[in-house]
Nanobody, 116 residues
Framework: QVQLVESGGGLVQAGGSLRLSCAAS????????MGWFRQAPGKEREFVAR????????DYAESVKGRFTISRDNAKNTVYLQMNSLKSEDTAVYYC?????????WGQGTQVTVSS
């Protein structure tokens, strides 16, 4: 089992940057594909970015391409989401996820608020 704890959210002005962190517990952390999702008020949770477990290849939602970067440090059991050029529409609760086969785990979420 994997437990995920996000941090790094907060209030930032439009155009600013934030870096989210997701600390994972569990010996098999490196075997999971790690991802970030977000959910804005009144909207469904949506995919933001993922980094694959073996290749390290990354995927991004079109809305964040070129602005967000996902990375992982397997030695620290941590995945990061560097968010630059933030927009008001990026305001949401951001969730970390860990996926391997049919197993999927979620963190508790961290609030990101971008003021315009």
């Amino acid at each position: 089992q994997v437990q995920l704890v996000e941090s790094g959210g907060g209030l930032v002005q439009a155009g600013g940057s934030l870096r989210l962190s997701c600390a994972a517990s569990g010996r098999t952390y490196s075997s999971y594909t790690m991802g970030w999702f977000r959910q804005a008020p009144g909207k469904e949770r949506e995919f933001v970015a993922r980094i694959r477990r073996i290749s390290g290849n990354t995927d991004y939602a079109e809305s964040v391409k070129g602005r967000f970067t996902i990375s992982r440090d397997n030695a620290k059991n941590t995945v990061y989401l560097q968010m630059n050029s933030l927009k008001s529409e990026d305001t949401a609760v951001y969730y970390c996820s860990a996926t391997a086969g049919t197993q999927n785990y979620w963190g508790q979420g961290t609030q990101v608020t971008v003021s315009s």
